[in-house]
């Protein structure tokens, strides 16, 4: 098997498996396609309400594009613009899901495992993690949407940083420079990530939903309306009425008791 990308759902937890262990989770154009499918799987799932992209194993979230696969084909160039597209594809499609997709990275998270975690509103990192972007040794320029992510996160100079060293950075720096939003024992890893993404999946579904749309439009800078509208439309829903009501009872039992 040269490796595969699948979605399960156990209950509201979809999760997304990037399952080519023997080559430290690496993709092929097969699985950067299997990507996509799920990612449109997670979208056109109603049941599921927060998603974890993850690696199989303990090794690697990812270590990007397996460039065996890119240069078995007379024109290399032509196989790794097919890549390029393929990955921004399923890239946009991992954006464009509506329930919070956090990423799992554990161990080696590397060029084109960096892109597609960045595409996750929460990134979830064990202590082992190794986070780095080598494209700059193969002459390669980093996707442009993937870039403009890394700066927003970290400032230009430690974008520079990462990406012109090309050496990769620990836990502790990539939690202090945002490219990671929280830190776990290796050991206790997949207990802390049950936990949290526990928790997440726990809340109201439309108002996590809301939550995402509106941080998004702030991040887009688009005009404040489009939040207003989503705020409105929360604030006054059969969902925030039937918890406020739960409240009243349980205060009215407690005054009776």
Same mark, same amino acid.
């Given at each position: 098997m040269t490796g595969q990308v699948t979605l399960t759902v156990d209950g509201a937890i979809g999760t997304i498996l990037i399952d080519n262990p023997k080559k430290r989770n690496s993709f092929s154009l097969a699985m950067v396609d299997g990507l996509h499918e799920a990612a449109r799987g997670v979208a056109g799932n109603p049941a599921i309400r927060v998603a974890v992209? $993850?690696?199989a194993g303990s090794a690697a979230f990812s270590a990007g594009m397996d %460039? +065996? #696969? /890119? #240069?078995e084909d007379a024109d290399i160039l032509g196989r790794f613009a097919l890549a390029d597209r393929k990955m921004? $594809? &399923? =890239? !946009? =499609? /991992?954006? *464009?899901? !509506?329930?919070?997709i956090v990423a799992a990275l554990r161990g080696a998270c590397i060029g084109g495992g960096v892109h597609i975690a960045l595409t996750a509103d929460l990134r979830f990192a064990a202590d082992d993690l190794a986070f780095g972007i080598p494209a700059v040794s193969l002459g390669i320029v980093y996707p442009l949407g993937a870039l !403009? #992510? /890394?700066v927003a996160l970290s400032g230009?100079? *430690? *974008?520079? &940083? /990462?990406l012109l060293e090309g050496k990769p950075i620990g836990a502790a720096e990539a939690l202090a420079l945002g490219y990671v939003d929280r830190v776990a024992p290796a050991a +206790? %890893? +997949?207990a802390a990530l049950a936990a949290f993404v526990g928790r997440i999946a726990e809340q109201p579904a439309a108002t996590v939903r809301g939550y995402k749309r509106i941080i998004d439009n %702030? =991040? =887009?800078g688009a005009p404040l309306a489009s939040s207003i509208a989503v705020r409105d439309a929360l604030n006054r829903s059969d969902e925030l009425l039937a918890r406020l009501e739960a409240v009243r $009872?349980? $205060?009215d039992a407690k005054r009776k008791g």
């Open positions: 992209l $993850r690696g %460039f +065996d #696969t /890119l #240069t921004e $594809r &399923a =890239a !946009e =499609a /991992l954006g *464009a899901v !509506e329930v919070p !403009e #992510t /890394l230009p100079s *430690a *974008a520079k &940083a /990462l +206790d %890893f +997949d %702030f =991040a =887009a $009872r349980q $205060r």
